[in-house]
C-alpha cells in the first residue's frame, strides 16, 4: 500500500447525522401530502414588499410568476428540515458538545463523514483553516478552505493545526434551519464560541 502524500499526528473522525423522533413512515406520508410541510422559511408578505422596494413591481411580480409557474419556491433547499430534525455530531446534540481533544502545535486529521437521510451541512471551524487532502477515500491535491458543503454520503478528510485553546466544529445544515456543532479542544471541558446561523438563502433561476 502506497503511504498517504500528507502527515497527521491525530485524528478523529466526524459523523454527521440528522434525527427526527416521527416516524419515518409517518413523515413520507406528511411529504406526499404536502411537499414544502417542513419549510417554515416561506417568504412572506413583508418579504414581497421589501423586494418590491428594491427590484421595482415589475421584476418582483415576474419573478413570483416564474416560481409559481414551476410550483417551486427559492426556499426549497431542504424536503426536510429543523422543524423536525435534530442534528447531530457522532451522535450528539448541539447542546451535548462532543469534543476531541489534542496537543498545541499538532497536524489534526478530521474524516469528516456525511451520514444523515437528507441533510447537507456547511461546515467551518472559526479561527481555522481546514485543507482538504481526500474526497470520498481519493486523495486530492491540497486545498485550503474557510469551508466546505458535505452532502449525503460523501466524505471529506482534512487537516488542521490548533493552536492552544477551544475551537467549534459548526456544520449548519444547508436551509439554515440547524446545526451540528462539537469542539476541539487542548484540555477536557473548554468550550468556543458557537456562531450564529448565517441568514437563509434564496435559490435564484440559475440554480
Known sequence: KEPEPFKYDREHVIMLSDWTDEEPVQLMKTLKKQSDYYNNNQRTVGDFINDVGEKGWSETTRD????AKMRMDP????????????????????????????????????????????????????????????SDGQHVKPVTVDELRIA??????????????????????????????????????????????????LLSMDD
Open 64 to 67: 413570483r410568476w416564474m416560481w
Open 75 to 134: 426556499t426549497d433547499l431542504a424536503d426536510v428540515s429543523g422543524a423536525t430534525y435534530t442534528y447531530l455530531m457522532n451522535g450528539q446534540a448541539p447542546n451535548m458538545n462532543w469534543t476531541g481533544l489534542f496537543k498545541p502545535g499538532e497536524r489534526i486529521r478530521l474524516r469528516l463523514i456525511n451520514g444523515s437521510a437528507m441533510t447537507y451541512f456547511d461546515v467551518r471551524i472559526p479561527g481555522l483553516k481546514m485543507t482538504v487532502v481526500a
Open 152 to 201: 449525503v454520503a460523501e466524505t471529506f478528510d482534512v487537516i488542521v493545526e490548533p493552536a492552544e485553546g477551544a475551537y467549534t466544529l459548526f456544520a449548519q445544515s444547508m436551509d439554515r434551519t440547524g446545526y451540528a456543532r462539537g469542539t476541539l479542544a487542548s484540555r477536557p471541558g473548554l468550550h468556543a464560541v458557537v456562531p450564529p446561523l448565517d441568514p437563509r438563502p
